[in-house]
């Protein structure tokens, strides 16, 4: 007998055995999903391995009941790189699984039997049945052939696997709902432009309400008709493609029928064609030749050559606007050249049309955009482009580092310090990571390219285990935006109490009146109550953890969200006596706050603020953003949304409002994203012509992560950063996880907290002593959706020891979390611990 060993989307890590019918063993091989019963109900799972013995009671073993694919929907290398995730992870297989191959393509594959134009009939009586079928009724599903005979899918495969065998039937996969219009109907013009134009004369020359035509049947036109007629000529012979006969109808306000007339008469062509180039917007691309490379980049694309067919990691330092993308578009060519495939990996929002287009244009239709808003049948579409090799790039956000491409030959992470590449569902994982594990088993090199890399990537390249490829300066030298530092101490002192710096009020008035501009920038959410001095600007921090301190106004206390240590507060700044010093949380400084008092400032201006509570309706973020770029809106206000990818060449004005309040997050990366934040703000100011201008009010100016980011100052920061964190033994220093408990019931948290805290206390003590346990301790996000959330954070030189640690919890869970009236949420390395 032969046995399969299945992995389901559960989270409990562990296989499942089932035996495999004979008419099932030739397909149902690693990497096949297959449907199996699973606690009384049929499941998805997908075969992992087939082997030849169990020690279980054979007696107990069920069959699988059948296979959903033909070719097996994971490569070898995506299962060997989903089972390092689930162990990095701690997620279960089937969970990591599920995770690499989207739903849209998975479940709604169907395949379909068709009969072959030529075959023998068969003998057997069911088989026979099955081909009178097909021959009426055409190509069939198993499903509708089985609901047709009367007999379960099950029972039919192996008749259906023999027709196959025999050359009678072919079996195809397909996608269910069939996939949306690829083709598109588009018009064109069927004459000469001088035709053309005579035509449209004629058609406007009509004086008694009438236009005349060209064309000899039809003289006389209704005028109104007569309009729309020469408007829709007018546009294609101005266009000078065809264009879609949608956009016509909609641009002149007519139908179909009337492009129909048109065709009748000769003068425009209809035709069905594949007219989306950028699947991302409708515009044709035009392509693109390499450019001749600066020497900084030839400096960089000959290192990349060298260590082209190992596995090496390259960290692409620049600034933005270096050309690192050219840099990028060259390295690939080689490798495409070679017979091999790219995977490129942009963060979600900054996967635009432009950024789209700019491969397109060099590399043409070989290249896949897998971007979120592809729908289910476009999504099965691509993935099925690049599996069978039609696509040899893929551009997507991080899960496209699981994109099923034939041969792996180079990984690029742009942008690789966003946070958007680490997953919020488990499993949690950082497409950094995955795409270094990925890179290895393809033994082919990875490109991280940031202007502001995140500290472990700056950390490994200044090691040696990454090499560092620099970008110094802007193409053709084009200028940095002038970076204003704004002292918000001295304003106190001159008596603004406003949120605006004078110099800052006097730019956005500035603004207004030439009509270009402005983005008001605001760190974060309103939502830290951290502690500080409005003279001095000192801000309270923990002592054991060096992270800020939380003000709590129930209990009047001071909190250290990482270990959970209280304290009172001072009466005055410790620093230097003043009584000024401020709760900052309690004015509830969010950008609600912020618009308000802008409009008050501004009452004529057009404001819109861009933030996760107005963009949460579906494609209001693009709305906004379109208005924005139309310039219907003069200001707007944002959270780090707005630092990413946007590209406003009418933006001459960025003012950032308390740099501070992201600096204080009790988060220790809260240095580093708040510099790169700042970095990236300030280049979003002055991408065109006009100069760009950037003020950046705080009451802490001599941080280093301020000052640094007034001077594009990368390494400086870095310099300062990594020696703060190496005081505390952060990362890079070390490895950190999180172990969140959250319920609806606050006493049932801290209860199981305790419990937990109880094991991994003893656990730690007798195995584990090198992992640090900080907390219980409230998040610093304390509630979220109704949830009270308390937290642990483990630290370790060594990632594996805190996995084994964490890993003991399973055998001794706390009645709640098993209930799941307590959820426990394991993260590894996190972006963020809030
Ligand atoms: P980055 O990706 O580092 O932000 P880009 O690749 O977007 O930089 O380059 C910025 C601009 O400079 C682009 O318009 C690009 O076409 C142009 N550019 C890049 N390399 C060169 C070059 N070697 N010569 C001329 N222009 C270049
Ligand atoms: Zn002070
Ligand atoms: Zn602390």
Known sequence: MSYANVAFPISVNQLFTYSVPQHLDAIAQ????????????????????????????????KNISDCLDEEPTYSEELLELTKWMADYYLSSWGN????????????????????????????????????????????????????????????LRPQITALQKNGVVDVKVTHKPKATAQFTNVA????????IAAEIAALTSGEDGYGSSTHQDAKRIPHAAAVKHAEILQILLDEDIPVATSQLTKRVKTSDSLLRTLERRGFIKITRAAAVRNPLSAQPVPPTQPLPLNPAQSAAFRELQSENRSNQTFLLHGVTGSGKTEVY????????????????????????????????????????????RLSDGERFDQWHRIQKGDADIVIGPRSAVFAPVKELGLLIIDEEHSDSYKSDTAPRYHAREVAQKRTELANCPLILGSATPSLESFFHAQKGTYKLLSLPSRILDRKMPEVHIIDMRNELKKGNRTIFSERLRSA????????????????RRGHSKYVFCRTCGYAEKCENCSISLTFHFETKKLVCHHCGHKRDTHPTCPDCGSPAIDYFGRRGFGTETVEREVQKAFPTANIKRFDADSTAKKNAHQHILEDFQHQKIDILIGTQMVAKGLD????TLVGVIVADTALNLPDFRAGEHTFSLLTQVAGRSGRAEVAGEVIIQTYMPDHYCISAAQTHDYVGFYEQEVEARSVFEYPPFSHVATLLLRGKNENEVIDAANTVSGHLKIWQT?????????????APLSKIDGKFRWRFLLRSKNVEKISQLLQCLNDDLPPAIKSNAVECVIDIDPTNTL
């Open 30 to 61: 690693p990497g096949v999903r297959v449907l199996a019963s699973f606690r009384n109900s049929t499941e998805e799972g997908v075969v992992i391995e087939r082997v030849n013995e169990t020690d279980l009671d054979p007696k107990k073993i």
């Open 96 to 155: 990591a699984l599920f995770c690499a191959v989207p739903a849209a393509v998975r479940n709604q594959k169907q395949q379909l039997i068709q009969l072959r134009s030529e075959y023998i009939a068969p003998t057997g009586k069911v088989q026979k049945q099955i081909v009178a079928l097909l021959e009426t009724e055409g190509a069939l599903s198993p499903h509708q052939l089985a609901h047709h005979i009367n007999r379960s899918p099950a029972k």
């Open 188 to 195: 064109s013009l069927a004459l000469p432009p001088a035709d």
């Open 329 to 372: 578009m060259q390295a690939m060519a080689q490798i495409l050249d070679s017979g091999k495939s790219v995977i490129i990996l942009v963060p979600e929002i900054s996967l635009t049309p432009q950024t789209a287009s700019r491969f397109i244009g060099r590399f043409g239709d070989r290249v896949a955009v897998l971007h979120s």
């Open 508 to 523: 956005i008035a500035d603004r207004l009146k030439k009509r270009e501009q402005i983005i008001l920038f605001l760190n």
């Open 648 to 651: 406003f060449p009418n933006v």
């Open 766 to 778: 007798d195995e584990f002593p090198e992992v640090i346990i900080l907390g219980p301790a409230p």
